[in-house]
């Protein structure tokens, strides 16, 4: 079973930066991309980043986060990261890692989630 660990939120004023962890564990984890998720207070949840995961030669972002995220990873470690610059009060949201298993499939490995809190 596949488990997925966030870490690195917390409460930044704007125009900081966060770098957002998520580390998989699981007999012989593999997946065939991860991603990054937000959902804000009242709000649904949002699509933020996502990258290939073994050769990360794919990446994509949201609009609202685009040249302000870099999305990364360390497939030795299992390991993958969301770095945020530039933060603003709207990027607040609890953050999220997801996993899609195989090539064509859908995002089924879900972390907890960590808190990013902008202030103003």
């Known amino acids: 079973q596949v488990r997925l660990v966030e870490s690195g939120g917390g409460l930044v004023q704007a125009g900081g930066s966060l770098r957002l962890s998520c580390a998989a564990s699981g007999r012989t984890f593999s997946a065939y991309a991860m991603g990054w998720f937000r959902q804000a207070p009242g709000k649904e949840r949002e699509f933020v980043a996502a990258i290939n995961w073994n050769d990360g030669r794919y990446e994509d972002y949201a609009n609202s986060v685009k040249g302000r995220a870099t999305i990364s990873k360390d497939n030795a470690k299992n390991t993958l990261y969301l770095q945020i610059n530039s933060l603003k009060p709207e990027d607040t949201a609890v953050y999220y890692c997801?996993?899609?298993?195989?090539?064509?499939?859908?995002?089924?490995?879900w972390g907890q989630g960590t808190q990013v809190t902008v202030s103003s």
């Open positions: 997801a996993g899609v298993p195989r090539r064509g499939g859908t995002y089924e490995y």
